[in-house]
C-alpha cells in the first residue's frame, strides 16, 4: 500500500474536524484563526528548526508572522495538544521527521489554494513560492515505509485542531465572551521561538 493510500483514513478525518471544516467555510472569525496560526507557527517552527527543510520556500513561520502582523489576537497560551506535538517533533529523527513534512506542508501546498481566500487577513501562510519545485523536492524523500510515522503526524494534527476548537467554542458556539474568560486566566503570550532564533512576536490584543 502506498504512503497516500495508508494515510487516507486519517488524512480525511483532519479534513472533517469541525474546526478545519469552519477554516474552509470563509466564516472563521479573524480571532479564532489568529490563535489557529499561532499554534502552527510553534509547530513550524519546531520542524524548521529540527533538520533542514528541503526547499527555502517551504518556510511557513515568516508568512505567519506576515498574518499575524494584521490580525486582531488574544493573550492565551498553545494548547495542550500543540505541546505535546511539538515536545514529540523535538524527538524525531531526520528520517521520522520526513514524515512529519509531508503530513505539514503539502497539505499547504494543495489543501491551501483553496483556504487562502477564505480566511481573514494577508492569507499568506497558503502562498508558496516556487510551489511545484517545492513538491519535487518533498516528494524526493518519500517511501512507503513512511506511513505509520505520518499517521502519527496527522493524529497529532487532529488532536490540535480538535483542541482549538474546544478551547476556543467550549459551548460549540463562537462567542466573544469565551475569549475574555480564557484571557483572564492566561498568561499574556510573547512568541519565543523553541530551539530557534528568530525575532519574538508580540501576541497581545490590538
Known amino acids: ?6 494515510t487516507a483514513e486519517l488524512h480525511s478525518k483532519a479534513e472533517k474536524t469541525q474546526f478545519s471544516q469552519l477554516i474552509f467555510s470563509g466564516t472563521i472569525p479573524e480571532q479564532e484563526y489568529a490563535y489557529y496560526l499561532f499554534n502552527m507557527y510553534h509547530i ?3 520542524l524548521e528548526n529540527k533538520y533542514e527543510l528541503p526547499h527555502p520556500s517551504l518556510n511557513r513561520c515568516k508568512s505567519i508572522e506576515k498574518d499575524l502582523g494584521v490580525l486582531i489576537k488574544l ?6 495538544s500543540t505541546k505535546k506535538y511539538i515536545d514529540y517533533i523535538n524527538t524525531l529523527t531526520e528520517e521520522q521527521w520526513k514524515a512529519h513534512i509531508y503530513v505539514n506542508y503539502l497539505a499547504i501546498v494543495y489543501g491551501g489554494q483553496m483556504i487562502k481566500s477564505k480566511v481573514p487577513g ?5 502562498v508558496i513560492d516556487n510551489m511545484q519545485e517545492c513538491v519535487g523536492a518533498i516528494r524526493a524523500f518519500l517511501n512507503d515505509d513512511m506511513s505509520d510515522e ?3 503526524g496527522f493524529q497529532f494534527n487532529i488532536d490540535v485542531l480538535e483542541d482549538i476548537w474546544n ?3 467550549p459551548n460549540g458556539v463562537w462567542e466573544l465572551g469565551n475569549y475574555e474568560s480564557i484571557a483572564q486566566t492566561a498568561t499574556a503570550i510573547n512568541i519565543n521561538p523553541i530551539g530557534g532564533n528568530k ?3 508580540n501576541l497581545g490584543r490590538l
Open 122 to 126: 494577508l492569507g499568506a501562510y497558503y
Open 44 to 46: 513550524h517552527n519546531a
Open 1 to 6: 500500500m502506498g504512503l497516500k493510500e495508508a
Open 167 to 169: 478551547t476556543l467554542r
Open 150 to 152: 505520518a499517521n502519527k
Open 199 to 201: 525575532a519574538p512576536i
Open 75 to 80: 493573550k492565551m497560551d498553545l494548547t495542550e
